[in-house]
């Protein structure tokens, strides 16, 4: 007897997705799908002639329905304020967004222009003008208004959250009477500052490769899956964490700030927090390895949390509370 075994996260066929894709959005010559990366979600690459697009296919149970129409409805908005955003772009009948029949579920498929260009090289001029940029696609944000939900990039996302995921992990390697008390102190710092905090609605993901740099030097910012309303210090520090993770000195960040200082200030409430938020994007990023176990495998998970935990420390005892 054959047993039919339930599925947990499905790769779909480039050449069907490819077909899908010419008759939804009614494209005209060869059209050739290439998956780029598998992972929280798949996205691939679509050809059509001399033309690129990429085709973002949501994981089954990532994001709700009326999260990524929030997603997508935050990118027109910033479109329509003349941010260089990638956005997504419209079937024959005008929808957004199409539903797929997935083995393991429903998942939601999204095609997006293409953001031309190459990942930044945490230049400090690089740097500076990605200030620039981010500062007014900040300004954009802050016009922005919808009655679609959204997670918040607050402490239940990017605390709670993820110590109750790496939890069982952390104990494995005798780690979580650390963890826990680290916890215990970055809670309570935000907490502390939590009135002087600036709020808006983030990006979440701004590091060097969400964002693709032409050879004339434009910027054309993508990948806002992680994004939503919050702490914009937050914001701000993922570009910190991801100098410091490419070995970088501080320059490329001092620039950076200069450069979005340029269109809006900083409050020194969120300067004073960016250390903090450092290790805030570490834990969250350990924790968001946990949520992919059925995608990565205990031996990785575990292995990501064993490295995540150690780079983890030596911030808290460098950088926040050195011994």
Not at 68 to 95: C, N, Y
Not at 115 to 140: C, F, I, N, T, W
Not at 205 to 219: C, E, F, M, P
Request: hydrophobic share 40%.
């Amino acid at each position: 007897m054959t047993v039919h075994f339930p599925v947990s996260h499905s790769i779909l066929s480039e050449n069907r997705l490819a077909e899908m894709c010419a008759s939804e959005y009614g494209l005209t010559g060869p059209v050739v799908c290439q998956l780029i990366d598998p992972g929280v979600n798949d996205t691939y690459r679509l050809i059509v002639g001399e033309q690129t697009h990429i085709l973002r296919v949501y994981r089954s149970g990532w994001r709700s329905v009326p999260e990524i129409d929030w997603e997508l409805t935050l990118l027109l908005h910033l479109r329509e304020q003349g941010v260089s955003v990638s956005v997504p772009l419209s079937a024959q009948d005008g929808r957004y967004r199409i539903e797929l029949a997935a083995p393991e579920g429903p998942r939601q498929a999204v095609l997006f222009s293409f953001a031309p260009g190459k990942v930044l090289s945490y230049e400090p001029d690089e740097g500076y003008r990605y200030g620039q940029v981010v500062a007014a696609m900040h300004d954009a944000m802050d016009t922005f208004e919808t009655d679609l939900p959204r997670f918040r990039l607050e402490l239940d996302h990017l605390l709670e959250r993820p110590l109750a995921g790496i939890r069982p992990f952390a104990e494995r390697l005798g780690r979580w009477a650390y963890l826990s008390d680290f916890g215990d102190w970055l809670r309570a710092r935000i907490t502390e500052a939590e009135s002087a905090l600036t709020r808006g609605i983030c990006h979440g993901d701004l590091h060097g490769h969400n964002v693709h740099q032409t050879a004339d030097r434009a910027l054309t910012i993508f990948d806002f899956d992680c994004g939503g309303p919050g702490y914009r210090s937050y914001d701000l520090t993922v570009f910190r964490w991801a100098v410091s993770r490419h070995g970088k000195n501080d320059e490329p960040w001092e620039a950076f700030l200069r450069g979005y200082r340029t269109v809006r200030p900083v409050a020194e409430a969120d300067l004073a927090l960016v250390p903090v938020f450092v290790a805030l994007r570490t834990l969250w990023l350990i924790g968001l390895q946990v949520e992919q176990l059925s995608l990565r495998g205990t031996a990785y998970v575990q292995g990501f949390v064993d490295g995540g935990l150690r780079a983890l420390q030596k911030w808290d005892e460098t950088e926040l509370r050195p011994v």
